[in-house]
C-alpha cells in the first residue's frame, strides 16, 4: 500500500473513532459530504423505538455522487440515488420516511432478512434427529425468520472509508433459541458502497449448534424513482433455466423444473408486464412472480439485469448464491405512503432476492442451508448500477 493511501487510511480510522462519541450530525470521512469529490459516510438520529432505543440513518455518498441511506434498525437500505442517463439522480427504492412506519406496516422493504430469508412449510424442519418449531406467520408456513426477523432487529454499526469505497459493517447476535432457531448466530453484513456506483454486500455468519441459514436483502426497486408508477415496462433479464414450483401456499413442490416455454422463462430481457397476468398455474399461485430462480452456473455471476428504458437506468444482481426469488410487487396495493410521500400502488416495486431455495431445510434434493460450529456461513451479492442511452 502506498504511503499516502496509508495515511489517509489511518486518518479514516482516528476520524471514525472519533466521530463515534459525536451524537448528531457528523461527517467521518476524510472530506465533507458537500466537496463532491470524495466518498464520505455521515450519522443522524433517524427515531426511537417504542422501547427507547434510538436508531441511526448512515449516509453513504461515492465519489461519483450516488447516495447511500443505511437504517440500524433491520440494516435497512432506507435510500439509493442513482443517476439517470442525463444525469439525474432519483431514490429507486422503495421505503418510508420515518421509523414508525418500518416498524408497524414494512413487507420487508430494503431491509437484512433472515435467519432464514423466504419460506419454511409449516414453519417445521429436523436437523440431527431434532425437530424445531417456528412461528408460522405467512399462512400455515414461516416467512422471513419469523414474528421478529433480523428485519426487526437494531444492528451494531462501524462506517469505514477505504480507498474509493466507503461502508458500513453491521453486526447483530442472535441468541441459541430466538424465534425458535437453534444456535447462537454471531451475524455481520458490510454494505460496501464503490466508485463505481455498487452496493456490495458481504455476508458472513458463525453458530454455536449446528443450525439453518439463509441471508439476504430484500430491497425492492423502481428504476423510474419510487413512487412514480408501476414497474411493469422494466425489462427483466434472469440467468436461470430452471425453478422451483410452488403449492399454493408458495411452497416448493420439490421439483427443479425448466423454465423454456413458461411465461416465468427471463433468460431473453422481457418486460415484467408482458405475461404477468398470464393464466399459468405458477403465476396464478403467486399473484405473479414471486418464484425462486434456479441460477445457472456458479462462484460470483450476473444472475439478473433489469433496463429502464425510459430513465435509462440500469441494475445487475450479482451473486455467488444458487437462487434468485423474483417477487413483482403483487401485495403492494396502494395503501403504503412511501418515502417521497406517494402511495405504492399494486407491482409498483420489485424485488430480486440472492438465496438458498426456499424451504431447503425440508428437501434433501436442495443445496443445503446446514452451517455446524466452527464453519463460517459467507456470502456476497451486488447490486451494480449503470445507464445506457
Ligand atoms: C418475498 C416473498 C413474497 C412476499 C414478500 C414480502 O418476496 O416471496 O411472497 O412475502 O417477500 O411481501
Not at 102 to 121: D, E, M
Not at 155 to 171: E, H, I, N
Request: proline share 5%.
Amino acid at each position: 500500500m502506498p504511503s499516502s493511501t496509508l495515511t489517509r487510511t489511518r486518518l479514516a480510522t482516528v476520524l471514525v473513532a472519533v466521530a463515534a462519541l459525536v451524537p448528531a450530525l457528523v461527517a467521518v470521512s476524510p472530506a465533507r459530504a458537500a466537496d463532491g469529490g470524495r466518498p464520505g459516510i455521515s450519522k443522524k438520529h433517524f427515531g426511537t423505538l417504542a422501547g427507547g432505543r434510538k436508531i441511526d440513518v448512515y449516509t453513504l455518498r461515492n465519489a461519483a455522487g450516488m447516495r447511500v441511506r443505511i437504517l440500524t434498525y433491520g440494516g435497512i437500505l432506507q435510500s439509493i440515488e442513482v443517476p439517470d442517463s442525463k444525469g439525474k439522480l432519483a431514490n429507486v427504492t422503495l421505503g418510508f420516511d420515518n421509523l414508525s412506519d418500518y416498524v408497524k406496516k414494512s413487507p420487508y422493504f430494503g431491509c437484512i432478512t433472515g435467519r432464514y430469508a423466504n419460506r419454511i412449510a409449516k414453519g417445521r424442519f429436523t436437523l440431527d434427529g431434532k425437530t424445531y418449531r417456528l412461528a408460522t406467520n405467512d399462512g400455515p408456513n414461516h416467512l422471513h425468520g419469523g414474528a421478529k426477523g433480523f428485519d426487526k432487529r437494531v444492528w451494531k454499526a462501524d462506517p469505514f472509508v477505504r480507498g474509493g469505497s466507503v461502508g458500513l459493517a453491521l453486526t447483530y447476535t442472535s441468541s441459541n433459541g430466538e424465534e425458535g432457531y437453534p444456535g447462537t448466530l454471531r451475524t455481520r453484513v458490510v454494505y460496501t458502497l464503490t466508485r463505481d456506483n455498487r452496493i456490495r454486500m458481504d455476508y458472513r455468519a458463525t453458530t454455536s449448534r449446528p443450525t439453518v441459514v439463509n441471508l439476504t436483502n430484500h430491497a425492492y426497486f423502481n428504476l423510474r424513482g419510487e413512487g412514480n408508477g408501476r414497474i411493469l415496462g422494466h425489462e427483466l433479464q434472469i440467468n436461470a433455466s430452471r425453478y422451483t414450483p410452488v403449492d399454493q401456499t408458495l411452497i416448493p413442490t420439490g421439483k427443479i423444473a425448466r423454465l423454456g416455454g413458461t411465461p416465468l422463462d427471463f433468460r431473453e430481457p422481457t418486460a415484467i408486464g408482458d405475461r404477468v397476468n398470464s393464466g399459468n398455474q405458477q403465476i396464478v399461485r403467486g399473484g405473479g412472480y414471486d418464484h425462486n430462480y434456479v441460477l445457472d452456473g456458479r462462484g460470483l455471476r450476473t444472475a439478473a439485469t433489469v433496463v429502464e428504458p425510459d430513465s435509462g437506468r440500469v441494475l445487475k444482481v450479482i451473486t455467488d448464491q444458487p437462487g434468485l426469488q423474483f417477487y413483482s410487487g403483487n401485495f403492494l396495493d396502494g395503501t403504503l405512503r412511501g418515502t417521497s410521500g406517494r402511495l405504492y400502488p399494486k407491482r409498483s416495486g420489485f424485488a430480486l432476492e440472492s438465496q438458498h431455495f426456499p424451504d431447503s431445510p425440508n428437501h434433501a434434493n436442495f443445496p443445503s442451508t446446514v452451517l455446524r460450529p466452527g464453519d463460517v456461513y459467507q456470502t456476497t451479492t451486488i447490486y451494480a448500477f449503470s445507464t445506457v442511452s
